[in-house]
């Protein structure tokens, strides 16, 4: 039998290459990626998983591109990238994404969402998030379409946080530091705690949505490994590489002015919006709210909370903490020649992680 095609929506992005290497490892699928660049690094990466994958150039703001690119195929997974659009015009080429979607009889979507923090705080300014609320809207919109619309096209909503991976990386609002040899973390998440979420394991989830349509219709599926603290995620790093780590809290005022991120504070956060307009948000607006969430997620009784029980239902070999992560990360660096951890957190090792910082916040849709 041919495999069933998916579009793919952000293929290109950090979570959209293992999503397409868990699709098309197996021969049960074929995914179509939409992409700006198909020689790009990130596109060459994914045309060498086999032939099952196919490179189509275009864009997410286009609807012919859209409708070309969803046509003849059986599923799709959309996951704008919020950092290059902004929050508006992510909402608004999300949900055309969806009506075209139905229009070329797509029979299963999976929306790549983010938590809608702004409502789950009950609307408390301190914690609004563009890159989050924008998604969070969608994802919420989709669903409620999916009661009138889920037997010609079902859907679901893949709802994930800030990448672990990101807390080794560079050109990260969490990049570490090396203070007199301690690997160091300043960010202003006092007793706050992070849902964060390992890529390797976004690559289960999505097939799984996939694979069980009949259970996942209508779901939000919201991931994680944990609530980790920094406290326990420098520890987590000190007792892999034996390298001493530290967590330091700091002002929300502080970090702005003398943190990494400063220099981008008054930057619109996404990169092809315009601060001219009222709905734009700065990169410390954005972030501000970003920091608040989690400061108010400890414990798994804050803010954003996650059910772990249901997801080890789910995947019970998923990743649980960050230690097993740092563990499963060192060995995985040594045998691709990236070297130990406490090597590649070095400044001039870091790497980015997220595609913004490899293509250098270039303003194009």
Request: charged letters at 25%; a neutral charge.
């Amino acid at each position: 039998m041919a495999p069933r095609k998916i579009f793919i929506i952000g293929g290109t992005g950090a979570q959209g290459i293992p999503v397409i290497r868990g699709l098309v490892k197996d021969g049960e699928y074929a995914v179509r990626v939409l992409t700006r660049n198909s020689t790009s690094a990130r596109a060459r990466q994914l045309a060498s998983l086999g032939s099952n994958v196919e490179l189509v150039e275009g864009t997410f703001a286009s609807e012919t591109d859209l409708h070309a690119g969803f046509k003849d195929c059986w599923g799709a997974f959309v996951n704008i990238d919020g950092f290059n659009s902004g929050e508006k015009t992510e909402m608004y080429w999300a949900i055309r994404s969806y009506e075209i979607a139905l229009e070329e009889g797509i029979k299963f979507l999976v929306y790549g969402n983010l938590d809608f923090v702004y409502k789950k705080s009950g609307y408390d300014p301190k914690f609004r998030t563009g890159h989050y609320d924008g998604k969070g809207r969608v994802g919420e919109w989709i669903l409620q379409q999916n009661r009138l619309n889920r037997g010609r096209m079902g859907a679901a909503v893949f709802t994930t946080g800030p990448y672990i991976e990101m807390t080794i990386a560079a050109q990260t609002i969490m990049v570490p530091t090396i203070e007199d040899g301690v690997v160091t973390w300043k960010v202003p998440l006092g007793n706050g705690s992070v849902v964060h979420v390992a890529l390797d394991d976004c690559e289960y989830y999505v097939r799984w949505l996939f694979d069980h349509p009949e259970r996942s219709n209508g779901m939000d599926l919201e991931v994680a490994i944990d609530h980790i603290g920094y406290d326990e995620l420098a520890k987590a790093f000190e007792k892999v590489t034996g390298h001493p780590a530290r967590y330091i809290d700091t002002s929300l005022e502080d970090y702005w002015a003398k943190g990494d991120m400063g220099a981008a504070a008054e930057r619109p956060s996404g990169y092809n919006s315009d601060l001219k307009d009222p709905a734009a948000m700065t990169f410390r607006q954005n972030f501000t709210g970003f920091w608040n969430m989690w400061k108010y997620s400890g414990g798994n009784t804050g803010v954003i909370q996650r059910d772990y029980k249901l997801l080890d239902q789910i995947f019970p070999d998923r990743i649980k903490t960050a230690e097993e992560w740092f563990r499963r990360e060192e060995k995985k660096g040594q045998e691709a020649g990236l070297g130990s951890l406490w090597e590649r957190v070095q400044a001039k090792n870091l790497k980015p992680i997220l595609k913004i910082g490899e293509d250098r916040r270039k303003g194009r849709l």
